[in-house]
């Protein structure tokens, strides 16, 4: 689903590519990587933003607004993973009712 803040995002896209690229994952090689197909040529810029915005939109869906962090490489990772082993301890103030 697309949220009024990927509207904004795809519209800088559209006028300065890298521009979307330094939005979404800051001061990184996925930015100068963007500035380099930019200056190549126009279209392989706006393929990349794009691209970098296609996966926060995978990323959004997959861990919920907010709930992940760019790692680099068009990849996202949530900030709290709990594995299939470890459960989560229960918080200051929380009660265990049994």
């Not at 519209?11 to 190549?40: E, W």
């Not at 907010?66 to 009660?95: D, K, L, M, S």
Request: proline share 5%.
């Amino acid at each position: 689903m697309v949220n009024s803040s990927d509207v904004l995002i795809i519209l800088v896209a559209i006028i300065f590519p890298p521009g979307a690229a330094a939005f979404l994952t800051g001061c990184s090689c996925d930015l100068l990587i963007n500035i380099c197909l930019t200056l190549l040529g126009y279209i392989p810029g706006h393929i990349h933003a794009f691209w970098l915005i296609y996966k926060k939109m995978q990323a959004e869906e997959r861990y919920g607004s907010g709930g992940f962090r760019y790692v680099g490489n068009g990849q996202y990772r949530a900030y709290h993973q709990i594995t299939p082993g470890q459960e989560q301890q229960p918080h200051y103030g929380a009660t265990n009712q049994v």
